[in-house]
Antibody, heavy 124, light 109 residues
Framework: QVQLQESGPGLAKTSETLSLTCTVSGAYISSYYWTWIRQPPGKGLEWIGYVYSSGTTNYNPSLRSRVTISLETSSNQFSLKLNSVTAADSAVYYCARLNSGSFYGGYYFYMDVWGKGTTVTVSS | EIVLTQSPGILSLSPGERATLSCRAS???????LAWYQQKPGQAPRLLMY???SRATGIPDRFRGSGSGTDFTLSISRLEPEDFAVYYC??????????FGPGTKVLIK
C-alpha cells in the first residue's frame, strides 16, 4: 500500500524559505511523478508543481519564480522549497502521487494517492 | 486559462437522496482530462473519478462521472452518511497544468 507523509516546520517567517519533505513508502519514487498541492484555510486547492525521476519539473506559473521541487531518490523522498514567503502562503500542504492514463489522443495525469497534509503558518 | 466552475456551491440533501454535482469548463476540454475528488473536514482529498468516468480503486458504484465538452457531472445515486463532504473537479493539461474547481459542499439536510 502506497503511503505518503509530509514533514517539516509548521511555522515559517515572512520573507524566508518554507521547506517540506514528503516520504514515500510502498512505491519506488523513481517510477512515478510526484506533486505538491496546497489549501489555504477555508479555501480550495491550488496545484504547486511536480517532479519526475529524470529531474523534470513543472510549476504553477503563479509560483514558478519562488518554488523548487526536487527528488531525493536514495531516501525515497521529494521536497518542496518556497522562498520569500508571506502570510498568503499559509496553508495545508499536501504531497501526492501522479498516476497516468491514456486514450487514443494521448495521456493524462491525476492525483491518486495523497499524504495527510501538513499545516504551515507564515508569520513575522 | 480554462476556468472550472462548480454548481451548486452548497447542496443540502438527505441520506438516500440522489446528488447531482456540476463542473463546467470555460471552454471545451478533452473529457479524459477531468477528475473528481472528495474531501472531508480535516482530511486530505481522495480521488473518486479519473478520465471523467472511471472510478478510482475502492470507490463504490453509487458514484458516477459523466460529461463531455464543457459540462461534466458527478452523480451519487443514494447518499450515504459518509458521502457528505466537499467535492472538487480538477482539470489536467492546461496552464497551470492542474486546475481545481472551487468545490461543491454536500450537506446533510
Amino acid at each position: 500500500q502506497v503511503q505518503l507523509q509530509e514533514s517539516g516546520p509548521g511555522l515559517a517567517k515572512t520573507s524566508e524559505t518554507l521547506s517540506l519533505t514528503c516520504t514515500v513508502s510502498g512505491a519506488y519514487i523513481s517510477s512515478y511523478y510526484w506533486t505538491w498541492i496546497r489549501q489555504p484555510p477555508g479555501k480550495g486547492l491550488e496545484w504547486i508543481g511536480y517532479v519526475y525521476s529524470s529531474g523534470t519539473t513543472n510549476y504553477n506559473p503563479s509560483l514558478r519564480s519562488r518554488v523548487t521541487i526536487s527528488l531525493e531518490t536514495s531516501s525515497n523522498q521529494f521536497s518542496l522549497k518556497l522562498n520569500s514567503v508571506t502570510a498568503a502562503d499559509s496553508a495545508v500542504y499536501y504531497c501526492a502521487r501522479l498516476n497516468s492514463g491514456s486514450f487514443y489522443g494521448g495521456y493524462y495525469f491525476y492525483m491518486d494517492v495523497w499524504g495527510k497534509g501538513t499545516t504551515v503558518t507564515v508569520s513575522s | 486559462e480554462i476556468v472550472l466552475t462548480q454548481s451548486p456551491g452548497i447542496l443540502s440533501l438527505s441520506p438516500g437522496e440522489r446528488a447531482t454535482l456540476s463542473c463546467r469548463a470555460s471552454q471545451s476540454i478533452t473529457s479524459s482530462y477531468l477528475a473528481w475528488y472528495q474531501q472531508k473536514p480535516g482530511q486530505a482529498p481522495r480521488l473518486l473519478m479519473y478520465g471523467a468516468s472511471s472510478r478510482a480503486t475502492g470507490i463504490p458504484d453509487r458514484f458516477r462521472g459523466s460529461g463531455s465538452g464543457t459540462d461534466f457531472t458527478l452523480s451519487i445515486s443514494r447518499l450515504e452518511p459518509e458521502d457528505f463532504a466537499v467535492y472538487y473537479c480538477q482539470l489536467y493539461g492546461t496552464s497551470p497544468l492542474f486546475t481545481f474547481g472551487p468545490g461543491t459542499k454536500v450537506l446533510i439536510k
